[in-house]
């Protein structure tokens, strides 16, 4: 079993919908998440972090974080074509310090 | 403030050469952490650096090494490249915990 799991897409949604990203981690004393967009030759981008369950709004992004089933989920409202990238969910695992596990990313296309 | 650089950009090499890139971080930034990213193994935790320290190591053969500068500059090495070391290398910075920001890597290609 991968550390973190991640559907690998692309998740294909038209532009205006929402777009549901989902993650699954299996170190259970996992505190921190994270979620980073990256283009195509491009470095990852930070857009959202969440520490504890529930949910956790940004702009048009929601994340949300369930401990107990080890989950958790980025949320993207009235996407739009500039949304297309792939979206990489990281975690930091209860070893502390600054290593982040990432999952093999989601491809995300919204489509016009 | 200005972001996390990296240099060179780009970087080819032949096997069996070392390489050194450099890193260096958010200005306040104490923390650096590397990364390789490839197509088939994604984004993989090479090592982490505070105050000069090593705190932190992924599963790298001994060939990665890193350090820091009392200023948090950061520089990786690798030694005795392989085709397999072909690459995205991100260095991340942070203060000293939590979220990581990423610079723009360094794109190294072994021939």
């Known amino acids: 079993q991968k550390e973190v799991e991640q559907n690998s897409g692309p998740l294909s949604v038209p532009e205006g919908a929402i777009a549901s990203l989902n993650c699954t981690y299996s170190?259970?004393?996992?505190?921190?998440f994270f979620w980073y967009r990256q283009y195509s030759g491009k470095s990852p981008e930070l857009i959202m972090f969440?520490?504890?369950?529930g949910d956790k709004e940004d702009g048009r992004f929601t994340a949300q974080l369930n401990k107990a089933s080890q989950y958790v989920s980025l949320l993207i409202r009235d996407s739009q074509p500039s949304d297309s990238a792939t979206y990489l969910c990281?975690?930091?695992?209860?070893?502390?310090?600054?290593?982040?596990?990432f999952g093999a990313g989601t491809r995300l296309a919204v489509h016009p | 403030k200005a972001g996390v650089t990296q240099t060179p950009r780009y970087l080819i090499k032949t096997r069996g050469q070392q390489v050194t890139l450099s890193c260096s971080p958010i200005?306040?930034?104490?923390?650096v952490s590397w990364y390789q990213q490839t197509p088939g193994q994604g984004l993989q935790f090479l090592f982490e650096?505070?105050?000069?320290?090593?705190?932190n190591k992924g599963n790298f053969p001994g060939r990665f090494s890193g350090r820091q500068f009392s200023n948090s500059r950061s520089e990786m090495n690798v030694s005795t490249l392989e085709l397999g070391d072909s690459a995205l290398y991100l260095c991340?910075?942070?203060?000293?915990?939590?979220?990581?920001?990423f610079g723009p890597g360094t794109r190294l290609l072994v021939l």
């Open positions: 170190d259970r004393g996992s505190q921190s």
């Open positions: 990281a975690v930091k695992g209860s070893g502390g310090y600054n290593k982040l596990i």
């Open positions: 650096y505070f105050s000069e320290t090593q705190r």
């Open positions: 991340a910075s942070s203060f000293p915990q939590e979220t990581q920001y």
């Open positions: 969440i520490y504890s369950n």
């Open positions: 200005s306040g930034h104490r923390s």
